[in-house]
């Protein structure tokens, strides 16, 4: 990185932090700072969910896991629509009416303390870890990229984010959130014209695409009923959908975001943008991935994308295995590059014979490159088993590095940071809510001012900023980061989700049904996952981690429903004949 870069990546961070504070000085009470005066237009409302939801991770893992699998993620995000219809429906209205600060504040209405204490600390649970994970992700990566001491990245990144975040507030986080999407979106387009202009001269976009289509990259829709596989058309649309509602509906992080809109109309337009948007943002960020793939066809890569893996290798007793694999991987690289010529050719002048010999070809050679990959994981897993070597967090930043000119290395790091920002932002707003006044006020004895509880939400924030930056410093790598999050959310989002559908649709089911069917769920839903899932570290699962979603919302409607009836059956009075 040169002087360039540094001062694009400072200034761009600084002045984040800095409007955040000044715009959103001295909240006078506790509708100030949690729902920033309910003054939120449609628009902020769309950019702040969206940057909630797009940490970090989306922006390094996304890319990658693209590169390795292909379009396929995309599906993921499915349901998404669908469950903001639902919410902008059923959920806001019945926020808006009962003029909630937390989504959880609702529950104690329709069912008991509690019930609605529960779902607070799953929540605390769940958006804890995840915090601290949204930190944790850019700062192993760049360190291990960069050589930076990885707690002290985690330190800088975590202390930027609770001095705007402790000092306005929600109102802080979403103004601060659309400088932040505007940042990661222009940086993100100038990236994907920078790559299609290092492809050879005769490879249009087109044709880049049909490059990618013959490896097998832009298969998006699978509409196999293999519950295994992670990610297919049904299980984008059930448990996608399920986790879109859960996080969307009952998520503070996310609530907190449209609770500031001015009037349900603007929530419900912020929600539809977002709705309208959020599938083709990640579908565009995939495609970036796929085409830093079409550029490494005709340019030399690494084995592995993870530098700390190759030093590890190259350091140990394995290297000269490692070194002939790499030897091997060049010559396989020269293959590669006329293979793709030779395609591209047969494109040219429309010949399908020598089209289908061509893919053929590149079908057999990169093969050859997921064996050659797979030895080089085993050979470096051999040296240190503590060393990561899945890379696909790596992928994206190993181009950005290596191949973007000066200045814009600045500004793809300031994009990766930045969305690492608003995300952890929006979830330590959420957790210093949530803990304020789900669980402190609630069990406050004694009238307190309006001050006590701005103060009080400032200090729970502050709490939880050290916690995500502690759960950081101590966290470990796992598989992909995107997938890891969405892992943790699968697990306790369904159960949450189903007890506001009880809330919403089922009036006779009461609270201690529901309570100890969400306490029995969460149980059943961390063996299912520790059995189904959790063993298969490789990713072929017996079960796809979206279908949480659904069995969690499924199961504590279905158990709460029984403990229902049978609290009716034994509290009915015996007759005699």
């Known amino acids: 990185m040169g002087v360039l870069d540094w001062t694009i990546l400072c200034s761009t961070l600084l002045f984040i932090v800095a409007y955040g504070v000044w715009k959103t000085r001295g909240s006078k009470n506790v509708n100030d700072y949690v729902k920033g005066g309910s003054q939120a237009q449609w628009w902020t409302i769309g950019l702040s969910v969206m940057a909630t939801q797009a940490s970090a991770i989306t922006f390094l893992s996304t890319p990658g896991q693209a590169f390795h699998d292909g379009m396929g993620f995309v599906q993921f995000y499915f349901g998404l629509p669908l469950a903001m219809i639902i919410i902008c429906l059923v959920f806001i209205p019945l926020y808006h009416r009962m003029k909630v600060?937390?989504?959880?504040?609702?529950?104690?209405?329709?069912?008991?303390?509690?019930?609605?204490s529960l779902a607070a600390i799953l929540f605390l649970i769940q958006r804890g870890l995840a915090a601290g994970i949204t930190i944790f992700a850019p700062s192993i990566i760049l360190s291990a990229v960069l050589g930076w001491d990885l707690r002290t990245l985690n330190i800088i990144l975590g202390t930027l984010v609770i001095i705007y975040t402790v000092s306005g507030g929600t109102k802080a986080v979403s103004v601060t959130q659309k400088q932040q999407m505007f940042i990661i979106m222009t940086g993100m387009f100038i990236t994907f014209f920078f790559i299609l202009g290092y492809l050879p001269s005769d490879i249009t976009f087109s044709k880049a695409l049909k490059i990618a289509g013959a490896s097998d990259k832009l298969n998006i829709l699978d509409f196999s009923f293999n519950t295994s596989s992670r990610y297919t058309f049904w299980s984008g649309m059930t448990g996608g959908l399920f986790l879109a509602l859960a996080y969307f509906g009952t998520d503070q992080s996310q609530v907190q975001r449209y609770l500031s809109g001015k009037s349900i109309r603007e929530s419900q337009l912020g929600l539809v943008f977002n709705g309208m948007l959020k599938i083709p943002m990640q579908f565009f960020i995939l495609l970036v991935g796929v085409m830093v793939f079409v550029f490494y066809q005709y340019n030399p890569s690494p084995l592995n994308f993870n530098p700390s893996a190759t030093n590890t290798v190259m350091n140990s007793e394995y290297a000269e295995d490692y070194t002939l694999l790499q030897e091997g991987q060049i010559e396989l690289e020269a293959e590669k590059r006329i293979a793709q010529n030779d395609f591209s050719a047969a494109l040219e002048i429309k010949e399908y014979a020598a089209v289908a010999e061509a893919k053929n070809k590149i079908i057999r050679i990169n093969e050859k490159d997921r064996v050659n990959r797979e030895a080089a994981k085993a050979l470096i897993e051999q040296a240190d088993a503590s060393v990561e070597t899945n890379d696909k967090d790596y992928v994206f930043i190993h181009f950005i590095l290596n191949n973007l000119p000066k200045g814009l290395v600045g500004l793809l790091l300031a994009v990766i940071l930045?969305?690492?920002?608003?995300?952890?932002?929006?979830?330590?707003?959420?957790?210093?809510?949530?803990?304020?006044?789900?669980?402190?006020?609630?069990?406050?004895?004694?009238?307190?001012?309006?001050?006590?509880?701005?103060?009080?939400?400032?200090?729970?924030?502050?709490?939880?900023?050290?916690?995500?930056?502690?759960?950081?410093?101590?966290?470990n790598l796992?598989?992909?980061?995107?997938?890891?999050?969405?892992?943790?959310?699968?697990?306790?989002?369904?159960?949450?989700?189903?007890?506001?559908?009880?809330?919403?649709?089922?009036?006779?089911?009461?609270?201690?049904?529901?309570?100890?069917?969400?306490?029995?769920?969460?149980?059943?839903?961390?063996?299912?996952?520790?059995?189904?899932?959790?063993?298969?570290?490789?990713?072929?699962?017996?079960?796809?981690?979206?279908?949480?979603?659904?069995?969690?919302?499924?199961?504590?409607?279905?158990?709460?429903?029984?403990?229902?009836?049978?609290?009716?059956?034994?509290?009915?009075?015996?007759?005699?004949?």
């Open 101 to 116: 600060y937390t989504a959880y504040e609702f529950l104690e209405g329709r069912f008991d303390l509690k019930t609605r």
């Open 418 to 475: 930045s969305a690492a920002m608003s995300s952890t932002a929006s979830e330590l707003n959420a957790l210093g809510t949530i803990t304020a006044l789900d669980l402190y006020k609630r069990s406050k004895k004694g009238k307190m001012t309006e001050k006590h509880y701005v103060m009080a939400s400032k200090g729970f924030t502050l709490i939880w900023g050290i916690i995500a930056i502690l759960i950081a410093c101590i966290a």
């Open 478 to 577: 796992f598989d992909n980061l995107i997938q890891l999050v969405n892992i943790i959310g699968s697990i306790f989002y369904g159960n949450v989700l189903g007890i506001f559908l009880l809330a919403f649709f089922f009036k006779f089911v009461k609270g201690n049904a529901v309570f100890f069917a969400a306490v029995l769920t969460q149980i059943i839903v961390c063996i299912i996952y520790y059995y189904l899932i959790h063993i298969y570290p490789s990713g072929e699962e017996k079960l796809g981690y979206l279908w949480l979603n659904f069995i969690g919302a499924a199961l504590v409607i279905v158990i709460a429903f029984i403990f229902e009836l049978f609290d009716k059956m034994l509290s009915r009075p015996l007759t005699s004949n």
